[in-house]
């Protein structure tokens, strides 16, 4: 059985600095990062737009008219084309935010996204829509790869854990716009009734791409880079309000000295090639191994749990249980959208109370729950034409984002980059979305076919999937909460991973040439 245990075996106590947290409002540039952190946790709104808009634009008869009433197989490509395109993009997540940096980025990921909304609205034809599907797809990935570890790399040590939470909330909410503009568009009686919710699905990266620069850059990065004086004013500037003599301040720096400078230091350097072969790392060593055991079965368990029926195909579902309407199908999917999107900002306040894999099993548990009951109304529904267990699977098709959200929303956004130690944490995080993606491809093809073949027998297969999904993280995952965000790879890796390879001890940690005034803090 994996080691759950809370704690890490030699981890030293994360010091409290003289900055309240739990005041942060109070304290100037600490206010201001945190408002700047809603640029990058706006990085996966277009991913939760994309599945709430392809459901209401089911429900809307100018875009099935326009496009020929879409089922089955023609329908799946439809909504594959968004992951493909996230498929081709996780390829450039490491060397893009490796070599430019974290900013630069998420900047290119946003250009791309404004790119696909514009051609996604402007769509003539079948082509033209998969194409800017594609591109929608492929820039949105590029932002999530790199906007996860940049909150998780910016934000206070001591709100690190809620801040990385809250990074996948933006999904519900970019639900939420979709439904509510497809439920405010499809009486329109013409394209638009489809083409504004298309090209509102680039208006978060238009956000995005116009306020990165005010963003502070990650230091671990920076430190990567040489830049040693830049990453300690990001870390006394923001974290203890420009004072130098901050404890914290002065731990948080030689903790990412000791993991990022001596580590691994031409990490930053790496070509798309170098990339390829960087991946040889995720397989050398047992706490690598596991890591990436992990990374692909949390990848396969946001994908596979039942969520990609209710994401992507609401509207069949609706039709199968007697609600046909426009009205209905597009009012149910907004106001689930509204629930889904306050459960998930809750739930991402969770991860530092109650732990990241309580939270991944007590989601199981719920989604297996809302299956099992969408499962028995979806068959009564059918045979006996029983009102009343239609009326079932819609409250358990309610029900059924927070209890993903539980566990697989703010908890694996946060749990999936704080496993990665900094080398290995973007070309990890592509390793991440390059299987989501491919699940999620093979869930939006394969479910129309599914749903149009085995009707609710289709279901089954996920009543059973989940109950493997809960005895695998059961065993496979450990427990992170607790130790700061280096201190976790003593978990996957020993307590060796806190002797560097110079066997000096993090705390004595010097770069030559180093800048006079982070020299400085090697004396505090």
Known sequence: MADNSNTTAASPALPAGHVDTHKWWRYKNLRTLNLLLIIPLLSIFSQGFDGSMMNGLQAVSQWQTYFGTPTGAALGLFNAAYPLGGVLGVFFIPTISDLWGRRMGLALGAAISVLGGILQASAADLA????????????????????????????????????????????????????????????????????????????????????????????????????????????????????????????????????????????????????????????????????????????????????????????????????????????????????????????ATLPAKLGRRTLFLWSLVFIWICDICITIGSALFEKYDNRAAGYVVVVFLYLFSPAYNFGFNGNLGLYVPEILPFEMRTTGLAVFYFTQFCFNILSSFTTPIGLETLTWKFYIIYVAWVVVEFVVIYFLFPETKGPSLEDIAVLFDGPDRRELESGKNASEVKIEPRPESVSEVEKV
């Open 128 to 347: 033209m829509f998969i194409v800017a599907r594609l591109l929608l797809g492929g820039g949105c990935v590029i932002t999530a790869g790199v906007g996860a570890p940049l909150i998780t790399e910016i934000a206070h040590p001591h709100q690190r854990t809620t801040a990385t939470a809250l990074f996948l909330t933006s999904y519900a909410l970019g639900s939420i716009v979709a439904a509510w503009s497809t439920f405010g568009t499809f009486r329109i009686e013409n394209s638009a009734a489809w083409r504004i919710p298309s090209g509102l699905q680039a208006f978060p990266s238009v956000i995005q791409l116009l306020g990165i620069w005010w963003v502070p850059e990650s230091p671990r990065w920076l430190i990567s880079k040489g830049r040693c004086e830049e990453a300690w004013k990001m870390i006394y500037t923001y974290h203890s309000e420009n004072v130098e003599t901050d404890e914290l301040a002065i731990f948080e720096y030689k903790e990412i000295l000791g993991a990022v400078a001596n580590l691994e230091p031409a990490s930053a350097n790496r070509s798309l090639k170098q990339n390829f072969q960087h991946l040889t790392l995720f397989i050398k060593t047992p706490g690598n191994r596991k890591r990436t055991a992990i990374l692909i079965w949390a990848a396969i368990c946001s994908q596979m749990s039942g969520n990609a029926f209710v994401s992507y195909y609401l509207s069949p579902i609706l039709k199968s249980v007697g609600l046909t309407t426009d009205l209905q199908q597009t009012l149910i999917n907004a106001t689930g959208q509204m629930l889904s999107w306050f459960s998930a900002l809750y739930f």
